[in-house]
C-alpha cells in the first residue's frame, strides 16, 4: 500500500480545519480512552507506515488468488512482528497493529483470534487449556470455528454433524451424515487453517445430548495436507472479503481422542457417560456472545472510516448553481441536505462508538461469573449483545452507504475506498447471528422482561425502565427539547411499544394459543420493539459519555451531536407511536438548527477519529484534499492500461469489425 504523497494540503479543508469550536486531539483521547492509547496507537501506527514489508500495490487490481496469497503473508508477518516486538500479550497493541497492516484485508487468520482462541479459553476444562491454548496463543496450531452447516445457520439445534463416542476405543467418531450437513463458511477454514472447534450433535450411550464442541484436526501439521476423512476447500468468490477463504469441511467418521471433546461444562466419562456440569446449557454459546459485543464496535469504526472520507470530500468537492454571478460553486458540505445525510451518520457513530464501550464492560463484568456458572445476568448480557449487534451493523451498513452515495459517482469507484469499507461491514448483518433473527431474542427476552415486572420481580439495569403499566409521555411541546428531554421520550415509546405488543402476545396466550405461536404473531412488531430498545440503549451511553466529557466545549459539541442523534430517532419513530403533528414539527426545526451548529465542527468531529491516510485507503478521503490528480494516478494502475490496446482487440473487436464471426473463437 503506498500512502498518498502529502501535497499542499487544499485550501477548502484548511478552511474547514480552522472552524473548529473544540480542540480535536482531547476529543480522540476520548474516544481512544485516554491520552495514552492515543500516544501508543500513534506508535504502532508509525511502526507499521515505516515497515516496507506491508507496502503493496492497491489490492483492488489484484485477482482473488493473489489477494489471499498477500492477505496469509501480511497476517503471518504481523505475527512475526508482533512477537519480535514482545506485543502478543497486549490486546491493545496487537489489534490496533493488525488494523493499520492490514486496513482493507479481512485476515484469513482473523478467525483464530476472534473465535477459536476464545472457545479455547470459556469451553476448556483447566487440563485442556493447559493443554492447546498455549499452542493456539503461540501459533503454534492455527484455528477455526466450525458451526454453521450448508443445511443450518441460524437453528442451531438443527445441527447434523454427529459426534459419537465409542466406548471401546474411547474416542468420538465426527461425522457428516448428508451434504446439508457439511460445514459452510467458517473463516480460514478453506485453505489456512489445520485445526478447528467442529460444533456436533453428542452421542453417547445410544443418547442424543445436543449441540457440543469438539476440537478436530484437519491437516498434517508438517504438511498441510487434510488428514483422512477430512474433505475441506474454499467456497468460492463471495460479494466481498476476498481475502480470506471462508470453506467447508465433510467428515467421513474421523476420529478423535475423547479428551477432545470441549469440556468445561460437560463431560462424557470413559465409559460414555455423560454429566453435565452447569445448568443453563446455553453456555456452549458463549463465544457467540463475546463476538457479537465486539461488532458494535466493528460498525462504529466502519462509519467512521466512511465519514471521514465522505466529509472531507464534501467540503473540496463543488457542485452547483453559484450563489451570485462570479462566485464559485457551492460545496456538497454546504447543502443542508447533504449535512443532514453525513452529520447524522457522524451522530450514528459516535452513538455506537460509546454503546459498544459500555457493552464491552459489561461483558467483561459478567463473563467472570458467568465462567464460574453464575449466570444471573446472563440473559440480559445475551439480549443486549445480539440487538446491538443488529442495530449496530444495521447501522454501519446503511450509514456507510449513505457516505458512500453523498460521494456521487467516485463513492462507486473503489478508488473511493468506500466499496470495500461496505463489503466489510455489510457481512456482519448475517455473520454471528443473522439480524432479524438476533433482534427476534432481544424481542423474547423484553417479552419476558415485562411478565417479571408484573410479578414484581426486579430486572437487570438496561431493563429496569421496564413496567408492567404505561408512563405518561413526556411533553415535548413548551420547554427546551433538551438530550435528557428526549431520551426520557425514547424511553417512554419503547416502554409504550412493548406494553403494546405484551398486551397482544398475552391475548393470543388468552385465547389458548401456543406461545410459540403466540410469539410468531407477534414477532414483526417485536423486532421494532427490540430496536427501540437497543436505540435507547445507544442514546444513553451516548449522553452519559457527552457529559463525561470534562472540557465543557467538547461536552457542549457532543451533547449536540447527542440531541441530532435522539432527534433523528423521534422523527423517525414517530409513527411506532402517537406524536403530535406540532411535536414533530418542533423537533424537525431543532434538527435544521443543529445542522447549522454543527456544520463547523463536521471536519473536527470526523478528525478527531485520527485516521491516517493508510487506514483510510482513499483517494477521495485524503488528508490533504487533492482529490483529483489522486483519483487520475489511481486509475493509470489498472491493469487494463499496461498496453495502449487490449489483447481483446485484436482478438474479436477487430474480427467483429470486419465482419467476421465471433462464434468459432
Ligand atoms: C469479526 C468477526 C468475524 C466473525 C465471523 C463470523 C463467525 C460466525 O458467524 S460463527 C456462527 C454464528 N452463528 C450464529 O450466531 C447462529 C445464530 N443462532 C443462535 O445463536 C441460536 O441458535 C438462536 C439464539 C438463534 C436460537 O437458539 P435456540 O437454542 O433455538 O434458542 P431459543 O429457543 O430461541 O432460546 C432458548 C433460550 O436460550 C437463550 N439463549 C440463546 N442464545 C443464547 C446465548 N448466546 N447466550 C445466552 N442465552 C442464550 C434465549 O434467550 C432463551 O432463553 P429463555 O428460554 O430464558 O427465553
Ligand atoms: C462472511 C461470513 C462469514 C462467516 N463465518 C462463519 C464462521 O467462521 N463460522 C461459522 O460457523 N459460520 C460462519 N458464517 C455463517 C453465519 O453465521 C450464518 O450465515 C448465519 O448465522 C445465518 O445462517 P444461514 O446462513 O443459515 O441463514 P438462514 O438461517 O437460512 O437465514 C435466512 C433468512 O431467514 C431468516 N430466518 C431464519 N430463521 C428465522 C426465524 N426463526 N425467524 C425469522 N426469520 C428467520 C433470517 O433472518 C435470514 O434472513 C459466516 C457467514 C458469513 C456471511
Request: hydrophobic share 35%; aromatic share 8%; with cysteine.
Given at each position: ?136 496463543l503461540n501459533y503454534e496450531i492455527i484455528g477455526t470455528y466450525a458451526q454453521t452447516e450448508m443445511g443450518h445457520g441460524t437453528f442451531l439445534r438443527g445441527i447434523e454433524t454427529t459426534a459419537t463416542y465409542d466406548p471401546s476405543s474411547q474416542q468420538f467418531v465426527l461425522h457428516s451424515p448428508t451434504t446439508t450437513s457439511i460445514k459452510w463458511w467458517p473463516g480460514g477454514l478453506g485453505k489456512t487453517c489445520n485445526y478447528a472447534v467442529v460444533v456436533a450433535q453428542l ?278 427539547l433538551t438530550a435528557d428531554l428526549l431520551l426520557g421520550w425514547l424511553r417512554w415509546r419503547s416502554l409504550s411499544m412493548l406494553l403494546e405488543v405484551s398486551g397482544r402476545f398475552n391475548s393470543f396466550i388468552e385465547q389458548r394459543q401456543a406461545w410459540a405461536d403466540a410469539f410468531q404473531a407477534v414477532s414483526r412488531r417485536l423486532t421494532r420493539c427490540a430496536e427501540a430498545h437497543c436505540i435507547l440503549y445507544v442514546g444513553q451511553a451516548f449522553l452519559d459519555s457527552a ?119
Amino acid at each position: 500500500m503506498t500512502n498518498p504523497v502529502v501535497q499542499k494540503v487544499n485550501p477548502m479543508l484548511t478552511e474547514e480545519r480552522a472552524k473548529a469550536s473544540f480542540p480535536v486531539e482531547e476529543l480522540t483521547y476520548i474516544l481512544d480512552g485516554g491520552k495514552f492509547n492515543t500516544e501508543k496507537r500513534r506508535e504502532i501506527e508509525e511502526l507499521v507506515t515505516k515497515d516496507p514489508n506491508f507496502e503493496h500495490p492497491p489490492i483492488q487490481f489484484m485477482t482473488r488468488e493473489q489477494q489471499y496469497s498477500l492477505a496469509v503473508k501480511k497476517a503471518l508477518l504481523v505475527q512475526q512482528r508482533l512477537k519480535e516486538l514482545d506485543m502478543l500479550d497486549d490486546p491493545y497493541a496487537s489489534y490496533f497493529f493488525r488494523r493499520i497492516a492490514m486496513p482493507r484485508e479481512v485476515s484469513p487468520i482473523g478467525l483464530h483470534w476472534v473465535m477459536f482462541v476464545p472457545t479455547l479459553m470459556g469451553q476448556c476444562s483447566d487440563e485442556q487449556r493447559e493443554r492447546w491454548l498455549q499452542r493456539a496463543l503461540n501459533y503454534e496450531i492455527i484455528g477455526t470455528y466450525a458451526q454453521t452447516e450448508m443445511g443450518h445457520g441460524t437453528f442451531l439445534r438443527g445441527i447434523e454433524t454427529t459426534a459419537t463416542y465409542d466406548p471401546s476405543s474411547q474416542q468420538f467418531v465426527l461425522h457428516s451424515p448428508t451434504t446439508t450437513s457439511i460445514k459452510w463458511w467458517p473463516g480460514g477454514l478453506g485453505k489456512t487453517c489445520n485445526y478447528a472447534v467442529v460444533v456436533a450433535q453428542l452421542h453417547t450411550q445410544g443418547r442424543c445430548h445436543g449441540v457440543h464442541m469438539f476440537l478436530v484436526q484437519l491437516r498434517d501439521e508438517s504438511t498441510h495436507r487434510s488428514l483422512p476423512g477430512v474433505v475441506c476447500g474454499d467456497i468460492g468468490p463471495k460479494m466481498g472479503y476476498h481475502t480470506i477463504d471462508n470453506g467447508f469441511l465433510q467428515l467421513n467418521s474421523v476420529r478423535i481422542p475423547r479428551e477432545n471433546m470441549l469440556m468445561r461444562n460437560a463431560e462424557v466419562q470413559p465409559d460414555g457417560t455423560y454429566i453435565r456440569r452447569v445448568s443453563n446449557e446455553k453456555l456452549t454459546y458463549g463465544t457467540m456472545v463475546f463476538v457479537r459485543s465486539l461488532i458494535v464496535s466493528d460498525a462504529a469504526r466502519g462509519i467512521s472510516e466512511a465519514a471521514t472520507i465522505a466529509v472531507r470530500y464534501a467540503c473540496v468537492r463543488r457542485q452547483g448553481e453559484p450563489s451570485s454571478p462570479g462566485a464559485p460553486e457551492p460545496r456538497l458540505l454546504d447543502y443542508p441536505v447533504h449535512q443532514y445525510r453525513l452529520l447524522t451518520c457522524v451522530a450514528n457513530c459516535y452513538g455506537l462508538w460509546f454503546a459498544s464501550e459500555v457493552l464491552r464492560d459489561l461483558y467483561f463484568t459478567v463473563q467472570p461469573d458467568v465462567l464460574e456458572g453464575r449466570t444471573e445476568r446472563l440473559p440480559e448480557t445475551h439480549a443486549l449483545s445480539a440487538g446491538l449487534k443488529a442495530v449496530g451493523s444495521n447501522r454501519g451498513a446503511a450509514c456507510v452507504e449513505e457516505c458512500r452515495r453523498c460521494c456521487g459517482g467516485f463513492g462507486f469507484s473503489e478508488a473511493s475506498g468506500l466499496p470495500k469499507i461496505y463489503n466489510d461491514i455489510n457481512p456482519a448483518c448475517t455473520y454471528e447471528g443473522e439480524n432479524t433473527v438476533m433482534l427476534l431474542q432481544t424481542g423474547r427476552h423484553l417479552l419476558k422482561c415485562v411478565e417479571r415486572a408484573r410479578r414484581g420481580e426486579q430486572l437487570a439495569p438496561s431493563d429496569a425502565y421496564i413496567r408492567s403499566r404505561p408512563t405518561p409521555q413526556p411533553k415535548l411541546a413548551g420547554g427546551p427539547l433538551t438530550a435528557d428531554l428526549l431520551l426520557g421520550w425514547l424511553r417512554w415509546r419503547s416502554l409504550s411499544m412493548l406494553l403494546e405488543v405484551s398486551g397482544r402476545f398475552n391475548s393470543f396466550i388468552e385465547q389458548r394459543q401456543a406461545w410459540a405461536d403466540a410469539f410468531q404473531a407477534v414477532s414483526r412488531r417485536l423486532t421494532r420493539c427490540a430496536e427501540a430498545h437497543c436505540i435507547l440503549y445507544v442514546g444513553q451511553a451516548f449522553l452519559d459519555s457527552a457529559k463525561a466529557a470534562e472540557n465543557p466545549k467538547i461536552c457542549g459539541v457532543l451533547t449536540s451531536l447527542c440531541r441530532l442523534f435522539l432527534l433523528n430517532e423521534v422523527v423517525s419513530g414517530a409513527g411506532d407511536v402517537q406524536l403530535s403533528r406540532s411535536d414533530l414539527a418542533r423537533c424537525q426545526d431543532a434538527i435544521d438548527s443543529l445542522l447549522t451548529e454543527l456544520r463547523p465542527n463536521a471536519v473536527a468531529l470526523v478528525e478527531a477519529f485520527d485516521l491516517p491516510d493508510r487506514m483510510l485507503c482513499s483517494v477521495i478521503g485524503r488528508y490533504d484534499g487533492q482529490v483529483y490528480e489522486a483519483m487520475l494516478q489511481w486509475a493509470r494502475q489498472s491493469p487494463l492500461n499496461a498496453t495502449d490496446v487490449h489483447e481483446s482487440y485484436e482478438l474479436y473487436t477487430r474480427q467483429f469489425l470486419a465482419g467476421r464471426s465471433l462464434a468459432k473463437l
